[in-house]
């Protein structure tokens, strides 16, 4: 393990204690950092029997804290339980493990309590923390248990350290916000499922009367207010009980989408339709809260992100967007996997080795029917066991696995004039395509698992700018005319690649944009996170 931790510098006040006005905490990573038991009077010996028992997290952390008592103080206990009533406003649903009733009785009769009942409190306390924490952290679950298609990597936490200096400091609430994920897209998607809870309060009712356009009746305003949020209703400076233009517009589009019968009735059908969605987007915030708790912390200073249900890539450096590409992604059978990478190479006029499952369900049928099927597209076989190339008419259907079939550089490679790739364990990379008509389909699943990039001698150029690679644009179109196999290295300056998937998006006014979920994936993450 890298002796290595990070600070993440908070600013805490303090009223009733001797600690400084304001200094650093720390999120300890790993086990680097030694930190120091609590100092404190009130602390007791955690009870022996009992602490033997615990598992060997628990038992560790009470040995770094000298076998004492670590939740005696009742503001740490308080912020704790705080943090956990306000789960939800994470999109965390699940505190049945968090045992949130137990902690608040400990909480309430701490006074009261024997030794060994402060021992199994403080045991409660500590487990919760540290759960919570790797909830915020981490997330809820792991995406690799999930599916194969997720190969994302738990977050380094050394939770039961970063627990102590908490603990030290009496701030629990700031080490937990500083625990959740630090990207803005997460910040905008708590704060719009906050404001669905906060609408949600504001009960809807159906408006018996038949309305025209700029009547004024006592109900339209909270009917906008819950369109606005949904952002179906644009007009935020006109959230009053009129009737006008723009509402009326907006609820005929609704009845349409929602195959109601079209008129100016604001009745119970509507209403329904209304809730109907706040529900659905509510169900879409809270997953991909949890999304985002499984991605990468930080991106890296020069990255390619590739939002797999968005079909689209950006290229961005120093907090810069440079371009967004359009892409296509693998269909739901051969679904392009999760992850997060780095790149390595960049091949012009790259050669292409058929996959396994491209070979056995596409390639192979076609060729045993058609003889001319590998030298039309410029494929050549080797004999596995020999190394040696084999007449295309000297193939056998058969044993179409004893073979490798390369595909030549040049126009009508499979994988076009280009192609971008970085270790990971799925076997996919970014590529160039010879179909370029595909990019106009609003659908754009329908890859074998990679990444097809619209525009990508685009994509070269970032990555050669990043690298400070001064290779002009007409070097690469003589490597292109040439139609030979040229490979770059991509090492000077780390270009990270991530492929992920989130299905709604919130920007800073509010405003929501959906993506389709092309895999399923959101209704069954949902289910798990009950």
């Known amino acids: 393990m890298k002796n290595l931790y990070y600070l993440i ?57 000298d076998n004492k008592s670590a939740w005696f103080d009742k503001d740490n206990r308080a912020q704790l339980i705080q943090i956990i009533n306000d789960n939800y406003k994470e999109g965390i649903i699940q505190n049945k493990n968090l045992q ?61 350290a970063t627990m102590l200096l908490a603990l030290d400091n009496r701030a629990i609430v700031t080490t937990f916000d500083s625990l959740r994920p630090v990207h803005k897209e997460y910040t905008y998607l708590k704060q719009k499922l906050e404001d669905l809870y ?122 810069d967007t440079i371009k967004e590409h ?42 045993a029917t058609d003889s001319t099927y590998f030298g039309k597209r410029n494929f050549t076989i080797y004999d596995k066991s020999t190394g040696k190339a084999v007449d295309p008419k000297e193939w056998n259907a058969d044993k179409y696995g004893s073979y490798r079939y390369v595909q030549k550089g040049g126009p009508g490679n499979t994988l076009g004039r280009i192609k971008f790739m970085f270790n990971n364990n799925h076997a996919v990379y970014l590529h160039d395509t010879p179909n370029h008509a595909y990019f106009n389909r609003e659908n754009r699943n329908m890859s074998s698992g990679c990444v097809r990039v619209q525009d990508p001698f685009d994509l070269a150029e970032f990555i050669f700018q990043v690298q400070e690679n001064d290779i002009s644009k007409e070097k690469v179109d003589e490597i292109i005319k040439s139609h030979k196999t040229t490979n770059f290295k991509v090492s000077e300056i780390p270009v990270h690649v991530h492929q992920l998937y989130w299905t709604i998006q919130v920007d800073k006014k509010g405003n929501i944009k959906e993506y389709r979920d092309v895999y399923n994936f959101d209704s069954d993450l949902y289910k798990k996170l009950q």
């Open 326 to 367: 359009k892409v296509i992604v693998g269909t739901t059978a051969r679904k392009t996997p999760i992850l997060t990478s780095t790149l390595t190479n960049i091949s012009m006029n790259p050669t292409w080795t058929v996959p396994p499952t491209i070979l056995k369900n596409d390639m192979a049928p076609k060729a």
């Open 9 to 65: 510098p908070l600013l805490i006040f303090y009223t009733a204690c001797k600690k400084p006005v304001a200094q650093q905490m720390q999120i300890v990573y790993n086990d680097s950092i030694k930190v120091q038991p609590l100092d404190y009077k009130a602390a007791i010996v955690m009870d022996s029997i009992i602490l033997s028992k615990q598992s060997e997290n628990v038992q560790s952390f009470y040995a770094l804290n």
């Open 100 to 160: 949130i009733d137990s902690l608040k009785y400990y909480h309430a009769n701490y006074a009261d309590l024997d030794d060994q009942a402060k021992t199994r409190a403080d045991i409660l306390f500590s487990k919760s923390f540290v759960l919570n924490a790797n909830n915020f952290f981490n997330g809820v679950l792991n995406p690799k248990r999930l599916s194969k298609d997720w190969d994302l990597d738990r977050k380094e936490l050394n939770a039961e």
């Open 198 to 319: 906060h609408l949600q309060k504001d009960t809807l009712h159906p408006i018996t009367q038949n309305v025209n356009v700029n009547d004024t009746v006592q109900g339209i305003e909270t009917i906008k207010k819950h369109l606005s949020f949904l952002s179906l209703y644009a007009d935020s400076l006109k959230i009053d009980n009129v009737y006008d233009q723009g509402l009326e517009t907006t609820v005929k589009q609704l009845q349409t989408a929602k195959k109601l019968p079209v008129s100016n009735k604001l009745d119970v059908n509507l209403i329904k339709a209304i809730d109907n969605e706040e529900n659905r987007i509510k169900e879409k915030l809270i997953v991909n809260l949890e999304r985002w708790r499984w991605f990468p912390r930080t991106f890296g200073d020069h990255y390619i992100l590739v939002n797999i249900a968005g079909f689209n890539l950006v290229t961005v450096s120093n907090k």
